[in-house]
């Protein structure tokens, strides 16, 4: 798995493991990585320049939150980077974006 797709992946179980918060392709499926063998929905990881690979995570958010919207992407981004220098790929990761791109109510499934 190329450091692309390992980051875009650890990004993914960031998701997976929070709390109140779920990832999302968006409509026609726009925000995924997709590796040879893996496919990881809610997460753009593109390669910059510098040999850097930037994270753009797109979320949905149960509501009413457990806490703000920003503290929500706040612990999403702290779990990636923490996962990052674990498997020592903190030099290669980027910048780290989050978007929450709509809420997730009992009478509302996104």
Same mark, same amino acid.
């Given at each position: 798995?190329?450091?692309?797709?390992?980051?875009?992946?650890?990004?993914?179980q960031a998701i997976a493991?929070?709390?109140?918060?779920?990832?999302?392709?968006g409509r026609a499926?726009?925000? &995924?990585?997709?590796?040879s063998q893996h496919t990881i929905a809610g997460v753009l990881a593109v390669e910059n320049a510098?040999?850097?690979?930037?994270i753009e995570l797109h979320? &949905?958010?149960?509501?009413?939150? +457990?806490m703000s919207? +920003? +503290?929500?992407?706040e612990q999403v981004r702290r779990r990636l980077r923490r996962s990052a220098g674990?498997?020592?790929?903190d030099e290669r990761l980027g910048a780290v974006d989050v978007a929450f791109d709509d809420v997730l109510?009992?009478?509302h499934s996104g």
């Open positions: 798995m190329s450091g692309r797709v390992r980051l875009a992946w650890l990004a993914g493991v929070t709390d109140g918060v779920t990832a999302t392709t499926g726009r925000w &995924l990585t997709i590796g510098a040999g850097h690979v930037d979320l &949905l958010a149960a509501w009413p939150p +457990q919207l +920003q +503290q929500l992407g674990m498997a020592g790929l109510t009992d009478t």
